[in-house]
């Protein structure tokens, strides 16, 4: 007996970018409610999630893809390496970290769980979806309901957190430290 996801992998790639936007919508808000802003490596890894993003955004409005996959694959090996930099450099004993822990780890810990999580899942699901159900070559699909609100909760928040990381970094090297936006008073 084969086992397929078939027609749920729109909903299953759907559910998937809103795990990602919703991971991208806290790290905002925390960002604005306790007032701190992230740092190189954690910029770094909100692109790692933006570009999982990209590639679950992808089969979502074009069909599921080895190639599609490939993109989260590699998007988060690279945050899971800029994640797992991130640990090694506060692992030391006495050493608070950056940032404010939620439930006891860092947001760079949760990060390098969730891109192994996410590694794990994209595995799993090219290991499950024939690739059956997607559109012809070039073609479009026309995403469900679930596939337009993760579609708008994505590109809003990624377009919030290119804007933000410019007034926070101009147009040159983020602070290792940053304290301030750079271009607010």
Not at 6 to 34: D, E, H, K, M
Not at 132 to 137: L, Q
């Amino acid at each position: 007996m084969k086992i397929t996801l078939g027609r749920t992998a729109p909903c299953v790639n759907s559910l998937a970018l809103l795990g990602v936007s919703g991971i991208l919508w806290f790290a905002f808000a925390w960002q604005l409610l306790l007032h701190e802003l992230p740092c190189p490596l954690c910029l770094l890894q909100r692109a790692g999630f933006a570009m999982v993003g990209i590639g679950l955004l992808l089969n979502i409005r074009f069909g599921s893809r080895p190639l599609h996959y490939g993109i989260v694959v590699v998007s988060a090996l690279a945050g899971m390496v800029s994640a797992a930099r991130q640990v090694l450099l506060h692992i030391a004993p006495g050493d608070p970290g950056f940032g404010s822990p939620f439930l006891g780890l860092h947001f760079y810990t949760w990060a390098l769980v969730a891109f192994f999580a996410l590694l794990l899942w994209s595995g799993l699901v090219l290991m499950l979806d024939d690739m059956g159900s997607a559109p012809a070559a070039g073609g479009k699909r026309a995403p469900g309901w679930l596939g337009k609100l993760a579609t708008v909760a994505f590109l809003s928040i990624l377009l919030i957190n290119v804007l933000s990381t410019t007034v926070e970094c101009g147009f040159g090297p983020c602070p290792d430290n940053p304290t301030g936006y750079q271009w607010l008073p």
